[in-house]
């Protein structure tokens, strides 16, 4: 089955401490990217990748990290969690060179106290 | 900047009303746009639409895009509760050459707000 992976899908931390969240996808698309889901602010892009070693930022990118070692694998790592980046994340795939939608995982909820 | 509005933000209706739903957007080097349909989690995808005038349907939706006018709506005819979701727009524009990116541009997406549809019984 086509999908997108992400893990974990909730985790409360304390700020400052170290994670990182994983993404998947079985897809072989060549883009990836991540969001971040806040109320009243709607879905706003944080990194994308649009091939192996090839990422760029996206709208909120402060705080954040990403590597793409792997065509299906795009990690997304807050080395210095902070309360305000407590949010829901999506990680999303699509093959862009022919212009087809984004294929969104199942978010992860992340709360850092 | 690019820009994307949605409206109405909210709306409550009965089954078998029939809602119409707004996306306004500015962008540059508009490429597509689409729809998504958000229940409890993951966005799922509804439509994408290329060309003016050319209405996409499925089932009870359809969707139209006017290029010139720089909008689209999302109708959904005899609603029904399964129907209550966030429904978001997102159009797609090419990006700006990254410089590591061996000259490829690739499409963005920028997400509306959304629109909190609610169908009663």
């Known amino acids: 089955e086509a999908q997108v992976t992400q893990n974990p899908r909730y985790l409360i931390t304390v700020t400052g401490k170290k994670l990182t969240v994983t993404c998947s996808q079985n897809?072989?698309?060549?883009?990836m990217s991540w969001y971040r889901q806040d109320p009243g602010l709607g879905l706003r892009q944080i990194y994308y990748?649009?091939?192996?070693?090839?990422?760029d930022k996206g709208d909120v990118p402060e705080g954040y990290k990403v590597s793409r070692k792997e065509k299906r694998n795009f990690p997304l790592i807050l080395e210095s969690p902070s309360p305000n980046q407590t949010s829901l994340y999506f990680c999303?795939?699509?093959?862009?060179?022919?212009?087809?939608?984004?294929?969104f995982g199942d978010g992860t909820r992340l709360s850092i106290l | 900047e690019d820009k994307v509005v949605q409206s109405p933000l909210s709306l409550v209706v009965h089954e078998g009303d029939t809602v119409t739903l707004n996306c306004s957007y500015e962008?540059?080097?508009?490429?597509?746009l689409l729809w998504y349909k958000q229940e409890k989690k993951a966005p799922t995808f509804l439509f994408m639409l290329?060309?003016?005038?050319i209405e996409k349907k499925s089932g009870r939706l359809s969707s139209i895009l006017d290029k010139k006018e720089l909008f689209s709506i999302l109708n959904i005819t005899a609603t029904q509760t399964g129907d209550s979701a966030v429904y978001l727009c997102?159009?797609?524009?090419?990006?700006?050459?990254?410089?590591?990116?061996?000259?490829?541009?690739?499409?963005?997406?920028?997400f509306g707000q959304g629109t909190i549809l609610t169908v009663h019984p």
């Open positions: 962008v540059t080097n508009f490429r597509s």
């Open positions: 999303a795939s699509s093959n862009e060179l022919r212009g087809q939608p984004q294929h």
């Open positions: 990748s649009m091939n192996v070693e090839v990422t």
């Open positions: 997102a159009p797609r524009f090419r990006t700006a050459t990254p410089t590591n990116a061996g000259g490829t541009s690739y499409g963005k997406l920028t």
């Open positions: 897809m072989n698309h060549e883009y």
């Open positions: 290329t060309s003016s005038g």
